[in-house]
């Protein structure tokens, strides 16, 4: 491979490019650019990056992660919302003839599009230190609107990390646990530190990898009541599930009708929503769908 190796990932080199171009953090858009090699060697172990992918970079900021997915991939297209960045990645990443830079926010790009016309359709790889105040619109958009993704592999908030990988009856169990394991199975690749970041993030953040499933784990009759119900559940924590159900805005079942799709579930009339299991969910909502 004839490909230059990485230079940026290190505070010196950082400094140098945000100093040669003037650069100004801007919060707003989440900037924490990483400046430790190894989490950078680590985030492409995790995403196992091969001489044939296709990825899609969320907000490469100077082009640091794009440096070594740039190495190891066959092409990447990196989407940075903000155009101050643009003219330092035509610098950074000159060398490498196998990246392509878009000036857009990721919510408003067709992945599904790029898809096809880079990588004949075939499931993509998503890698990213996301922006963490758009962390689940980014992930759930690409769940919901079906992109062809084999991969997502993302440093995000560790918190956020914990909550994708909950299971039933513990604190971090909720929505978003259920959601993202639906479509994928997640694993912490790593835990990462705030020094590992300029700035200095406020919080701890992880490295976490969700391999897409090729069919959900579970098979709901009706899948938009099914998260209805799930996000119903978690709306009110302390509440009981049947409480939950009938309060929830937009789900109109009354407190014998649901009490009675429970039972026929075999679960307790007083459980609560944070001790289901997604299958449970499911089942649940086939109870319901039915009524
Ligand atoms: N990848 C770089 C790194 O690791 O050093 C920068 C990561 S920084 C946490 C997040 C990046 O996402 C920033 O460059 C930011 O400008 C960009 N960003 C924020 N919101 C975005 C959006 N809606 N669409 C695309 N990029 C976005």
Known sequence: ??????????????????????????????????????????????????????????????????????????????????????????????????????????????????????????????????????????????????????????????????????GPGTKDYGALSLAVQYYAAPYIAANVPPNCFMPRPNVGSAVICLTLHEKPPVQARDEKLMFQLIRASFNQRRKTLVNGITNFQGLFYSKEQVACAIEQCGLSPSIRGEKLTLAQFAALSDALSLL
């Not at 190796?5 to 010196?12: F, M």
């Not at 953090?25 to 924490?32: A, E, L, M, S, T």
């Open 1 to 166: 491979m004839d490909r230059p190796v990485p230079v940026l990932g290190n505070p010196q080199n950082t400094i140098a490019v945000l100093q040669k171009y003037g650069f100004n953090f801007q919060k707003k858009f989440g900037q924490n650019f990483l400046i430790d090699t190894h989490v950078l060697d680590k985030i492409v172990r995790a995403a196992d990056i091969k001489e044939d992918d296709f990825v899609v970079e969320i907000g490469p900021g100077i082009g640091t992660l794009t440096q070594y997915l740039a190495y190891h991939a066959r092409e990447v297209c990196a989407v940075e919302i903000d155009q101050n960045l643009i003219p330092i990645l035509e610098d950074t990443l000159q060398a490498y003839d196998n990246v392509t830079v878009v000036n857009e926010d990721i919510l408003k790009v067709d992945l599904k599009r790029l898809a096809e016309e880079k990588n004949g359709g075939k499931p993509i790889k998503i890698v990213a230190n996301l922006p963490y105040y758009i962390t689940t619109p980014i992930i759930m958009g690409l769940f919901e609107k079906h992109v062809p993704v084999e991969s997502v592999t993302v440093m995000v908030q560790k918190e956020v990390a914990d909550r994708m990988q909950s």
